[in-house]
T-cell receptor
Framework: GAVVSQHPSRVICKSGTSVKIECRSL??????MFWYRQFPKQSLMLMAT?????????EQGVEKDKFLINHASLTLSTLTVTSAHPEDSSFYIC?????????????FGPGTRLTVT | GEDVEQSLFLSVREGDSSVINCTYT??????LYWYKQEPGAGLQLLTY?????DMKQDQRLTVLLNKKDKHLSLRIADTQTGDSAIYFC????????????FGKGTMLLVSP
């Protein structure tokens, strides 16, 4: 099946620093990638949708200047948390929709645990 | 906006059937999904059903869809301890980028 990877799987950073999370579709091209945030024992909240080569579309309440998304190629999207604060600590999950194949398909990465101290 | 509701917790004994229920509000949903999440891991697609179907069976999994009541269920036959996880119901709408809206997840605990 299709595989989506995320790197790093866990990261601890100091308050005020920036952290970049990578999301890659390993064996397919993804026209659309999604970034979600999940708090403990909570559901996934969509943060933004990105299409290759264009600006990301952010959900209401998500600060686009704080959560920078770059979808540079058909296999890579990055999420940069700028000037991170402890309240940004969360589990970040990306998802990718294949360029080709059945329209129902959407695959999820294993997630990145961000802890801001 | 779209809303997806699930019961939060289900406990069953190994070998029993599990039924996880979900309701949704978006009548323009195209696909409805069930995902499984194990602790500290991402989401694994278990199964999906297209909105014009009533039922779908895939090995131990049976999905039932009642479009009139906007009710979706996932039945796991012969539940095993390895099925213990959080199960998310999600619906995909026609609007915008056809994003997924998730329920809060149902924690399934299977005891020996």
């Amino acid at each position: 099946g299709a595989v989506v990877s995320q790197h790093p799987s866990r990261v601890i950073c100091k308050s005020g620093t920036s952290v970049k999370i990578e999301c890659r579709s390993l064996d397919f091209q993804a026209t659309t990638m999604f970034w979600y945030r999940q708090f403990p024992k909570q559901s996934l909240m969509l943060m933004a949708t990105s299409n290759e080569g264009s600006k990301a579309t952010y959900e209401q309440g998500v600060e686009k200047d704080k959560f920078l998304i770059n979808h540079a190629s058909l296999t890579l999207s990055t999420l940069t948390v700028t000037s991170a604060h402890p309240e940004d600590s969360s589990f970040y999950i990306c998802s990718a929709r294949p360029r080709q194949g059945p329209s129902y398909e959407q695959y999820f990465g294993p997630g990145t645990r961000l802890t801001v101290t | 906006g779209e809303d997806v509701e699930q019961s939060l917790f289900l406990s069953v004994r190994e070998g029993d059937s599990s039924v996880i229920n979900c309701t949704y509000t978006d009548s323009s949903s195209t696909y409805l999904y069930w995902y499984k999440q194990e602790p500290g891991a991402g989401l694994q697609l278990l199964t999906y059903i297209f909105s014009n179907m009533d039922m779908k069976q895939d090995q131990r999994l049976t999905v039932l869809l009642n479009k009139k009541d906007k009710h979706l269920s996932l039945r796991i036959a012969d539940t095993q301890t390895g099925d213990s996880a959080i199960y998310f119901c999600a619906e995909r709408s026609l609007s915008g980028y056809s994003t997924l809206t998730f329920g809060k997840g149902t924690m399934l605990l299977v005891s020996p």
